[in-house]
């Protein structure tokens, strides 16, 4: 009987925790998402529209990865709404991107304390990471 009752239980719980990992990812989100925007809020508005980008693409790429199937699956989004999503991930790529330099240079390390090439000072990132690859394999 105890056993029974133990492989019920575990079998309940094996059949819920995938939900509920997925539930705990989409908490966290929201709470970091709503720290973002409050601490936007506060921001300097020089810096609110990079610092806003950023976050809407957090907030999208999330969407996507994370939340994307029970927002279909619970009728939150629809797939043409869904579509509008995806599709704005690459677009909020872009913008980033161009943010990113001036957002590193901001502040005012040099590219040895940053010990990464995406934040070169001169934007050619390609070449330096490419660099930093053969050196590391040596």
């Known amino acids: 009987h105890h056993f029974t009752s133990f492989l019920y239980h575990f079998s309940f719980f094996s059949f819920t925790a995938?939900?509920?990992?997925?539930?705990?990812?989409?908490?966290c989100t929201a709470f970091l998402l709503r720290?973002?925007?409050?601490?936007?809020?506060?921001s300097s508005p020089l810096i609110s529209p990079p610092l806003t980008r950023l976050c809407v693409l957090f907030a999208i790429s999330q969407m996507q990865q994370t939340a994307g199937a029970y927002l279909l699956?619970?009728?939150?989004?629809?797939?043409?709404?869904?579509?509008?999503?995806r599709e704005a991930?690459?677009?909020?790529?872009?913008?980033?991107?161009?943010?990113?330099?001036?957002?590193?240079?901001?502040?005012?390390?040099?590219?040895?304390?940053?010990?990464?090439?995406?934040?070169?000072?001169?934007?050619?990132?390609?070449?330096a990471y490419f660099d930093k690859v053969k050196r590391s394999r040596t």
Not at 18 to 27: G, K, P, Q, S
Not at 35 to 42: E, H, N, T
Not at 106 to 125: C, E, H, Q, T
Request: a positive charge; charged letters at 20%.
């Open 18 to 27: 995938v939900a509920m990992l997925a539930c705990a990812r989409m908490h």
């Open 35 to 42: 720290k973002f925007v409050d601490a936007i809020g506060k």
């Open 73 to 85: 699956q619970f009728g939150y989004f629809n797939s043409a709404q869904f579509s509008i999503v």
């Open 89 to 127: 991930v690459p677009k909020y790529c872009k913008m980033v991107k161009e943010d990113a330099v001036p957002l590193v240079d901001a502040f005012n390390l040099s590219d040895f304390v940053i010990g990464s090439p995406l934040g070169r000072y001169d934007g050619d990132i390609y070449r």
